[in-house]
């Protein structure tokens, strides 16, 4: 099997992993929304249940963060795998609330560690950045298909907790594909120092401006629904049409970003397309009518899957190890769990619109610093063998850290030839010599 078939089977494997651990906080408002109706819990209850799967989700990538390393791809992926099956299987099969609450929590511990290693991963692709955007492609296909289906399988909180199970066992063949645990450690030995965390200033400020983002952005997701029943005057059937069309532009988005690429850096996007999901929040938040709840709704999800590919891109180059990937992906994904707390005691106290400018200024504050993490502390790798460090090491960043990972740089021009070195006998070796002398002036006078 040639490599690139490898490689290509490999990113499959990742984008399906990534899919499926991602599955679960795309879903989280008809989990929540069924938990309520299904088992007789208030809004507050069920969102609580909500925060307390993303919270084992994240908890799950912070420890893997340090640890997924001595696992193994593989090992870790099949884990998480298993865990999600088993706990969100669980829970879908009781009506016991505490059955529930323990299922769904092992079932967040799944999605975190099967999310981790996606992140790690695609850290390590040739182009982190469409390997992002190609993940939350899948996931918000596949996330719009459950949506689309999901009503007619009945009502209860069954049919969405056992989705994400069947996600979960569909995914768990193609880990065959993954690196095993002693061939990950083998090829870091052979290939790669183990070096410090690398940028780490700018790695702290970019997993807390996410943290911060992805809270304001899901404190509104968890309350939109009801922004458009009660302050929109909208049906159930209205804001769901609502939601599906914001589906497809989230499509449409992440479809845009891949094929953009790199081609406006990254500080761009995330820096501009913040503040274009500042002022959605604000509409959004502020709607009266159906015209500027879709319009909020719409253009929020068409921008946010761009940005957060850019974001999830940008923290791969910070680290071709994946871990910066995995720490930036876990404080999301504990932004994402915080967020539908906040957005209710935001909208309790100073209503919806009050939330919305709260939420909007708050994006607005971390744009600033994650643009500037683009701009100044993105990795640039260079052609292998083109720059070698004293000892033979080909330099992989261009002014960045000394301890990049030479082999997760791709091959770029041509490749080094190695030169083979030609005996010469002693005799020619002094001809040869004397053949070069220097030029001196002639001692006749």
Not at 38 to 65: D, H
Not at 101 to 110: C, E, I, S
Not at 299 to 314: E, R
Not at 333 to 344: D, M, T
């Amino acid at each position: 099997m040639s490599s690139r078939t490898r490689g290509s089977g490999a990113l499959v494997a990742l984008v399906a992993l990534f899919t499926a651990g991602y599955l679960a906080p795309y879903l989280l408002p008809t989990v929540v929304g069924r938990l309520a109706s299904g088992l007789g819990l208030s809004p507050a209850q069920a969102g609580l249940v909500g925060s307390v799967l993303l919270l084992g989700s994240s908890t799950a990538g912070f420890t893997l963060a340090a640890r997924g390393e001595r696992i193994g791809p593989r090992r870790a992926a099949r884990a998480g795998l298993l865990a999600m099956a088993v706990g969100y299987g669980s829970a879908a099969a009781t009506h016991t609330v505490a059955l529930v609450v323990a299922g769904a929590v092992l079932g967040g511990l799944g999605s975190g560690t099967a999310t981790a290693v996606a992140a790690a991963g695609i850290a390590g692709q040739r182009d982190p950045h469409r390997a992002s955007a190609l993940g939350l492609l899948t996931v918000s296909a596949t996330a719009g298909a459950l949506y689309l289906t999901l009503p007619h399988l009945g009502g209860g909180h069954a049919p969405p907790l056992l989705a994400i199970a069947c996600a979960a066992a569909l995914v768990w063949p193609l880990t065959a594909r993954l690196a095993s645990g002693t061939r990950a450690r083998a090829g870091r030995t052979e290939a790669s120092p183990t070096g410090p965390l690398p940028y780490r200033r700018a790695g702290a400020v970019l997993a807390g401006g996410i943290l911060c983002w992805s809270l304001a952005q899901n404190a509104l997701w968890g309350v939109s629904g009801r922004i458009g029943l009660t302050q929109a005057g909208l049906s159930e059937v209205t804001v769901g049409a609502v939601f599906a069309a914001a589906l497809g532009a989230g499509l449409a988005g992440v479809t845009a970003a891949g094929a953009l690429g790199s081609r406006l850096g990254r500080a761009v996007p995330i820096g501009v397309g913040t503040v274009l999901i500042a002022g959605c929040v604000l509409l959004s938040s502020a709607a009266g009518n159906l015209a500027s709840f879709a319009t909020g709704e719409i253009l929020w999800n068409a921008v946010y899957p761009v940005v957060l590919s850019y974001l999830l891109g940008l923290a791969a180059s910070l680290d071709p190890r994946g871990r910066w990937a995995v720490l930036v992906g876990s404080a999301s994904s504990l932004g994402v769990a915080c967020g539908p707390v906040v957005g209710s005691l935001l909208s309790e106290s100073a209503g919806y619109t009050g939330m919305g400018v709260v939420l909007c200024a708050l994006l607005l504050l971390v744009a600033i610093p994650m643009t500037a993490v683009a701009r100044h502390a993105a990795g640039r790798p260079l052609v292998p063998g083109s720059v070698r460090r004293r000892g033979g090491a080909p330099a992989a960043v261009l002014a960045g850290t000394a301890s990049a990972t030479p082999a997760l740089v791709p091959q770029m021009g041509a490749p080094e030839q190695t030169v083979t070195p030609i005996p010469v006998p002693a005799g020619r070796r002094r001809l040869a010599k004397s053949a070069f002398r220097l030029a001196r002036p002639s001692d006749r006078g």
